[in-house]
């Protein structure tokens, strides 16, 4: 159970990052050992971390910066690698998004960002994440 809290401590600080608009803090939480990719809703994929960090500079530093809420995180590990998936609240908006990290050192780094948008917000019963292992 640890290593599931850890993970989404992970995740939460991702989040966290965004919402400070704070590049120090997203450059630490991305990859450096394995390749990174992102999905951004209606963006052409981007692979690498030079490609991927440029994409959140260029969101967090904009002039109108998403406010970006994680709600309802379901960790799952699978060997070196933590899934997460969970809902983004952005104003009025829900978008799902998977996020993958990969063990390096004594935490998780990630290397996959995806959301798009998700056909309903979650069910009042999912609002307060419930760690699961796998």
Known sequence: MREIETLLFANETFYRAVADRDMDALEGLWSVAVPVSCLHPGWPPLHGRDEVMASWERI?????PPAIECQAATGHLIGETGLVTCYEK???EWLV?????????NGWAMYHHQSGPASQPPDQDMMTPTPQAN
């Open 90 to 92: 952005i104003g009025n």
């Open 60 to 64: 967090v530093r904009g002039p109108a």
């Open 97 to 105: 998004a998977t996020n993958l990290f990969v063990r390096e050192g």
